[in-house]
């Protein structure tokens, strides 16, 4: 193999564990979104389940995805894996509100928005857990 296709299949592994990581992101929020949901609403339980998702998927990722490049301080790289994570955040919950707000069925079925803002949001998460958050020292 040559140089190129072993960093290419190590990035493709790297995007494979950050989807698995992402799937298990989205069964906790989907799960904290449905334990509060009937207490803070729609969008009250989402900012509650999408720091419940951050947080568990930073600690899978710094376990498993990118634990090659684990800060010396976890507050420290937890700190910068949430403040980044607020711009995918941004458009996760941005598409959410928006399906919510305008699909009676999304509004039935809150789990449907989560899902496609989810997705929505994944891309710019990877880029900036992989280039910003565990770039190499």
Known sequence: MSG???????????????????????????????????????????????????FATWLLNRSITFKEHRYNYWYQEFAYYFLYMILGGFINIGVYMFLVTISITVNQYPIIGVAIGSIAGMIVNYLSSRFLIFKKK
């Open 4 to 54: 190129i296709e072993i960093k290419l299949s190590q990035e493709i592994k790297k995007i494979l564990l950050f989807g698995f990581v992402g799937g298990f992101g989205f069964i906790v929020d989907s799960a904290v979104l449905y334990l509060f949901k009937s207490v803070l609403g729609l969008y009250g339980a989402r900012g509650v389940s999408f720091v419940a998702a951050v």
